[in-house]
């Protein structure tokens, strides 16, 4: 799933298609319009065989604010080989509090680092 979201944060058409299992990969996959990620927060994980599931939250800047996209995803192992199948997903508004970690990633508190730049 990491390594999904990275191919997601940096655009990698390619690798999110690779990784796609055959049976329910989109035939062409168009990332212009994806929003600028930012984190990552795996909420829990389980595998069971040839089976696995991720249930993640990944972070995005929408305008001024945040956003966020949650997903339960489903996993199958060929050949040694984690594939995507598909998923559950929700997405919102994320409101980080002011001594939240600001979700830019910069490692400051959010009440000084991006609230300071807000109008």
């Known amino acids: 799933m990491r390594s999904r979201y990275v191919a997601f944060f940096q655009k990698k058409t390619d ?3 690779d990784t796609w299992h ?3 990969r989109p035939a062409t996959l168009s990332l212009e319009q994806s929003p600028d990620w930012t984190s990552l927060q795996i909420l829990d ?3 069971n065989g040839q089976k696995g599931t ?3 939250r990944a972070i995005y800047q929408a305008g001024s604010g945040w956003g966020y996209l ?3 995803s489903d996993f199958l192992k060929e050949s040694g080989r984690w594939y ?3 998923g559950e997903t929700r997405e919102g508004q994320f409101k980080p509090g002011r001594n939240d970690p600001c979700p830019c990633g910069s490692g400051r508190k959010h009440k000084t680092c991006c609230l300071r730049f807000r109008s």
């Open 45 to 47: 994980s389980s595998e």
């Open 84 to 86: 995507y199948l598909g």
């Open 15 to 17: 690798y999110l298609m």
């Open 54 to 56: 991720v249930h993640f």
């Open 70 to 72: 949650e997903e339960k």
């Open 22 to 24: 055959p049976d329910t």
